[in-house]
């Protein structure tokens, strides 16, 4: 399996990119992962990512206690590649038969390195096209909001188009609400409100949706987390896209119908830029 | 990782326990599994086992076609270790960075001997003490039925109780509607009626569910699926459970109240055993 291996990988440290078959994270999804741009030698947000990550392993009960080692092994095999896309992986390690979590748990840590995927400053530009997918999220509460391995329902909503000038799939939950995107969160801005779906039942509540939230007071506009329908999108203003690796996409079509970029969306561009160009956006 | 392997493993063939951390079985829970018992030299119910991963596969989009090599290396692993417990796992194989799937994914099989349990016996006629957990089973009728790996619902359920001498919970989705085990099916009697949830929402739909269905004619009892809750389990007969590897487990106790072991149950577990010992359940 090692000959397919195209990316550098670290696991546990090792340059070797070999799993056994009895980690949990293969067997039930048991584990959580973050993923992060690397920019000027630095993984962007990475206090917010590994907030997150803890925040992640406690929900799931993962005793993952080497954190301090991935800030030196996300540098280790990050260095001299810039930009990148950096991808953590934490799962409970081996376990035997059974949903049971062994006593002594013993987490896999993986850290991967991706090329920066084409496009994505495009995209910050001109703006994207999305659908709407028929596949809709189950309520899990005690899953919601954390970014865990269990991810059919994202796989099987990107399944549901192959036409390349699409890039994202919306998604709504079974009774209708807007949740997110396949890969992203969503946002809506209508007058001086600026709204992001609620992500207590599904939905995974992303860094760069915090930090969009959190830069709101200086455009000036109000963020409210709230419920949105697809009426709230058909009325809204600007909708945009948002996560650790596109940033801010405007969202200029949702199926063929034309969504108009607009001025907060450009002025919530600047301030991101403004914000990651200052050169410490890896320590927030 | 490969230090750490106790039990014997075949991936693709290989007797290496080495899997690509890109593998997207263990990225998004892209995969499906089978656990079979193999007694007497033989896979119980091969046949429909393989007739669920391929629903499974095909549900999911997974190419997978190799199917007949999954039988040799069944036997290969198995032999002369009898009885134990077989794991198959298919998943999509590896990927790239996102959910889009590959446009030539190489699916991934992995093949796992495992002991056989200790108890199993013990407790078909002992019965089992039960509980009911507070996770609840989101909906999702696209992967409802099928054996995915996504699994962190029962690993969380799995975490509400430690008490060695409770050996499963049942679950329910959020409307309060009893669904299955954290490993097994529900089964409740009531008269000359059996019962058993419906799987169209959530839920994993168990070989020997389909089985015992089955055997139903010859106890002779009525075998429906349809919505069961709370009160149907405190008022039933009988309630029993059943997977591949427990066959039928009388429950004799839900939280403390204590269930009664029947007749119908017992009958059901000679028919089963009748059938398992005629030696050509494999083909079934």
Redesign the interface.
């Given at each position: 399996?090692?000959s397919?291996?195209t990316?550098p990988?670290l696991?546990?440290g090792e340059p070797?990119?070999?799993?056994?078959?009895?980690?949990?994270?293969?067997?039930?999804?048991?584990g959580v992962?973050e993923?992060l741009t690397v920019l000027g030698g630095q993984p962007q947000f990475w206090r917010r990512h590994m907030t997150r990550l803890r925040a992640g392993c406690k929900r799931?009960?993962i005793p993952f206690r080497d954190e301090s080692c991935l800030l030196e092994e996300a540098c280790k095999i990050t260095v001299g590649s810039d930009p990148c896309?950096l991808?953590v992986?934490v799962?409970r390690g081996?376990g035997?038969?059974?949903?049971?979590?062994p006593v002594a748990s013993k987490p896999?840590r993986?850290i991967?390195r991706?090329p920066y995927?084409d496009g994505v400053p495009a995209c910050r530009v001109d703006g994207e096209a999305v659908r709407l997918c028929e596949?809709?999220l189950?309520?899990?509460p005690?899953?919601a909001g954390i970014k865990?391995?269990?991810?059919?329902?994202?796989?099987?909503?990107?399944?549901e188009w192959d036409d390349p000038d699409i890039r994202e799939g919306l998604l709504c939950d079974?009774d209708g609400r807007l949740i997110e995107g396949?890969?992203s969160n969503l946002f809506v801005i209508k007058g001086q409100t600026l709204a992001t779906p609620d992500l207590t039942r599904?939905g995974v509540a992303g860094i760069m949706r915090t930090v969009v939230m959190e830069l709101a007071d200086q455009v000036p506009v109000q963020a409210r987390i709230k419920t949105l329908t697809l009426p709230d999108l058909e009325q809204a203003d600007e909708v945009f896209l948002t996560n650790s690796v596109i940033g801010i996409w405007p969202v200029i079509e949702v199926d063929k119908q034309s969504c108009g970029k607009g001025p907060i969306t450009r002025r919530l561009q600047d301030l991101l830029a403004n914000l990651q160009s200052g050169g410490d956006a890896w320590q927030q």
């Open positions: 399996m090692t397919r291996v990316i990988v696991i546990n070797l990119d070999c799993l056994s078959s009895l980690d949990r994270g293969l067997l039930y999804g048991d992962f993923t799931l009960g896309v991808k992986i799962t081996p035997g038969r059974g949903y049971q979590a896999a993986i991967q991706h995927p596949q809709r189950g309520w899990n005690a899953l865990h391995l269990n991810r059919l329902e994202q796989v099987l909503a990107r399944q079974r396949t890969m599904c």
